[in-house]
């Protein structure tokens, strides 16, 4: 806005557009959301001032002989420090209500789109293209519903049932497997005790005549 009112003297301008660097004169998006597509550039910037017509830059030229331009005057002071940051402050705090309308506005062009798009298929369901290919979609008798969030609450505690069933699963495994292998430990324990016995009464059979 201030530069718009600084360069106005030259001729009606058309556009301001700031940039965090120098580049080419690409046209931007236009901003369609003050709550979603704004982006604050931080640190020195570079503005390019457009003019509806070619003699406003002529004009902006020869400003350059007249001395430096104020931007901040004491008709229309631009804010710095505190009062900025309050006004930075107060910019950022969102209206519930113009952002709800927003939204809904949003929405609604998004449903609209989507019947369009619905309708298109529709009529297209069926109909050979140019090379005599017929396009299948996955709608059948039974179009997939969204999920609603009980939906959604059910499936995710199926996956932590099944999650619980596995994990026990895998501790019913490995204590399995620890029985097993102390159930072999055992056998061992007593194949050697039962070695050792044997050897003993060996010993015990043979013959001393002294």
Not at 9 to 14: F, L, P, S
Not at 136 to 143: C, L, M, N, S
Not at 174 to 199: N, V
């Amino acid at each position: 806005d201030s530069l718009s009112r600084l360069f106005s003297r030259c001729g009606h301008v058309q556009s301001v557009d700031i940039c965090d660097k120098p580049g080419p004169g690409e046209k931007k998006d236009k901003l369609t959301s003050k709550f979603f597509d704004h982006k604050t550039v931080k640190g020195f910037q570079v503005a390019y001032v457009v003019f509806r017509k070619p003699a406003g830059v002529q004009a902006a030229k020869a400003l350059s002989q007249e001395g430096p331009l104020l931007i901040s005057t004491e008709s229309h002071p631009v804010k710095t420090g505190i009062s900025k940051w309050i006004a930075n402050y107060e910019a950022s705090i969102v209206d519930p209500k113009e952002l709800k309308a927003e939204v809904d506005a949003y929405m609604q062009d998004y449903d609209k789109k989507m019947a369009e798009e619905e309708a298109k298929a529709a009529e297209e369901e069926g109909v050979p293209d140019e090379e005599g290919w017929v396009k299948v979609t996955r709608k059948g008798r039974k179009p997939g519903l969204p999920r609603t969030e009980a939906a959604n609450l059910r499936v995710l505690e199926k996956e932590k049932q099944k999650r619980a069933r596995k994990e026990l699963l895998n501790f019913y495994a490995w204590q399995h497997r620890e029985s097993k292998r102390e159930h072999i430990a055992q056998l061992r324990k007593k194949f050697e005790e039962d070695k050792q016995r044997i050897a003993l009464m060996r010993a015990q059979r043979k013959f001393r005549p002294y």
